[in-house]
């Protein structure tokens, strides 16, 4: 199986910076397509932005110009760059990966989600 380990959330003032990690490990063949998801409080989880395996990414409108998503293929490993943050991206942010998990067998797995609060 496939765990995800987030980390870099936190509190910052708008304006300001914040880098999100995230990492895969486990038992798995290869990880296919990484993506960043958040959710805010009562509103439906959205994704952020995604990144394929050769690097190709896509963002939602919200976030182009200001997030930036990269990708680690050796370390198996995801970021997300946020700056110029506003107080509507405060949220729990969650990584999810498309895994091979066993031989020609493809899921879904999610990370347990980071905090980020914009906030003056």
């Known amino acids: 199986q496939v765990q995800l380990g987030e980390s870099g959330g936190g509190f910052v003032q708008p304006g300001g910076s914040l880098r999100l990690s995230c990492a895969a490990s486990?038992?798995?063949?290869?990880?296919?397509?990484m993506d960043w998801y958040r959710q805010a409080p009562g509103m439906r989880r959205e994704l952020v932005a995604s990144i394929s395996v050769r690097g190709n990414t896509d963002y939602v409108d919200s976030v182009k110009g200001r997030f930036t998503i990269s990708r680690d293929n050796d370390k198996n490993t995801i970021y997300l760059q946020m700056n110029s943050l506003k107080p509507e991206d405060t949220a729990v942010y969650y990584c999810?990966?498309?895994?091979?998990?066993?031989?020609?067998?493809?899921?879904?797995?999610w990370g347990q989600g980071t905090l980020v609060t914009v906030s003056s």
């Open positions: 999810r990966a498309a895994a091979e998990y066993q031989p020609n067998r493809y899921r879904e797995f």
């Open positions: 486990g038992s798995f063949y290869s990880i296919e397509s």
